[in-house]
């Protein structure tokens, strides 16, 4: 499929706001669905909607399928070695938490984290290290922003627990040098969890290559309904974790002072489930597969390169991580001398329907560590085109009075 016609397969990115086509750059937050994980989601809901496990009904049995296979997509995609190690979760930030909360934790064991963690990969350990005595350590990156492996052994050399990262950063788009930091725990016995949102709709991920205990992401940044994710962990992990959640279909029997739980993966799967959005995240898996990574990959370097490029000349403009485009995937995360983040996303949204997004990016920590108010942060994907970065230069150069 040409470039030019992927936008329209998103009836999201087809609007207009007086006379001006949308232009949306705010992927790290969220991704449109297309038309197909729409078509999934409806017919779902308009053809066999019912309640998936332990119906007896065809419809009921009809949705356990589509979940199933939805679960064998998600398996293949990262290669699992069974579908059996994918819980659905509602987004990363859920299956962090189970994870988190699900390890026995003893007082004094150490847990790992980066200088450049979302809030879901770093308040829980702080509330684990108040709860149960763990010690939370925080490894701070080099000073050209990017991870210090130097530094991550030494710490393992004073026995780490648990190696908990983020795999691509939601901060500048960074990966970071994920194979040699498992490589690293392994060799100190650490258990190695990663936070994949803003790596896995952009990358091709094999946990079984990279010998990863677990990873969580996000249907929402991948172009699957909001309130859809993944948490993966190897089998025999998955088996010693206790549930986040209980009740529900993770029950297999009860009494009044007892009960069954079921085998994983139902008994981390407590309630009733988004069964629209599960069949929609397997539809959105598909179409990824139809993209590609290789064209994922090499627009999001094309538009990176131009806009950093362009922000460059214009002058009084700071970056947010490492400087390198070729470092920083799908994400420009910058900040100008002269004008509010805030009131710079407002006056490109406003005057030409550009969205971005402006703040701190859930990584508050590394902005107050570094004293830095906010930015704005333009987070692209395979969609997305030359043009349309062309006219966020120009809007930023009209807005800032440089045109």
């Known amino acids: 499929m040409p470039e030019n016609s992927w936008k329209s397969q998103f009836p999201f990115l087809t609007q207009e706001k007086n006379g ?5 750059f705010d992927n790290a937050c969220m991704t449109p669905c297309p038309v197909k994980v729409l078509e999934a989601v409806e017919k779902y809901n308009k053809e066999f909607f019912s309640c998936g496990g332990r119906s007896n009904t065809h419809f009921g049995r009809q949705v356990d399928n589509k979940v199933e296979e939805a679960r064998e997509l998600a398996a293949k995609f990262i290669n699992a070695n069974t579908s059996s190690e994918i819980i659905f979760t509602k987004n990363t930030t859920e299956g ?16 790992l984290v980066s200088d450049r963690e979302h809030n879901s990969n770093l308040i829980v350990w702080q509330v684990l290290q ?5 010690e939370l350590v925080i490894l701070p990156s080099k000073s050209d922003e990017t991870f210090d492996l130097a530094g991550l052994e030494s710490e393992l050399q004073k026995e780490i627990k648990l190696v908990s990262v983020v795999y691509s950063s939601n901060l500048d788009g960074y990966t970071l040098p994920i194979e040699e930091i498992v490589k690293l725990a392994r060799k100190y016995d650490a258990l190695v969890m990663l936070d994949g949102a803003q790596a896995v709709p952009h990358h091709a991920i094999n946990v079984k290559k990279l010998g990863v205990d677990w990873l969580a992401f996000s249907g929402h940044k991948m172009m699957a309904p909001s309130g859809t994710g993944i948490l993966y962990g190897r089998l025999a992990h998955l088996k010693n974790l206790s549930p986040l959640l209980y009740g529900g279909h993770s029950v297999k029997d009860s009494r009044y002072d007892a ?19 599960i069949i929609g995240l397997g539809e959105a898996i ?9 064209f ?3 627009q999001e370097f094309e538009l990176n390169y131009f806009i950093t490029r362009e922000l460059k000349q214009m002058g009084g403009v700071s970056f947010v991580g490492v400087d390198d485009p070729k470092a920083r995937g799908g994400i420009v995360n910058f900040y100008h001398e002269k004008m509010d983040s805030h009131q710079l996303a407002i006056f490109l949204d406003e005057s030409a329907n550009i969205l971005t997004r402006s703040g701190r990016h859930c990584v508050h920590s590394w902005y107050n560590n570094r004293h830095v108010k906010d930015s704005i942060r333009a987070s692209f994907y395979f969609y997305n085109t030359i043009d349309e970065a062309e006219k966020l230069i120009f809007a930023l150069k009209k807005i800032l009075g440089l045109v």
């Not at 001006?20 to 949306?24: A, F, G, H, K, R």
């Open 130 to 134: 108040k709860e149960r005595g763990i």
């Open 259 to 277: 009960r069954e739980m079921e085998d994983v993966p139902a008994r981390f799967e407590a309630g009733l489930q988004n069964y629209g959005g």
């Open 286 to 294: 598909k179409f990824i597969k139809q993209v590609g990574f290789d």
């Open 96 to 111: 962090i938490n189970l994870v988190a909360r699900g390890l026995d934790l003893k007082t004094g064991e150490r847990v």
């Open 296 to 298: 994922i990959a090499k």
């Open 20 to 24: 001006q086509p949308l232009v949306y």
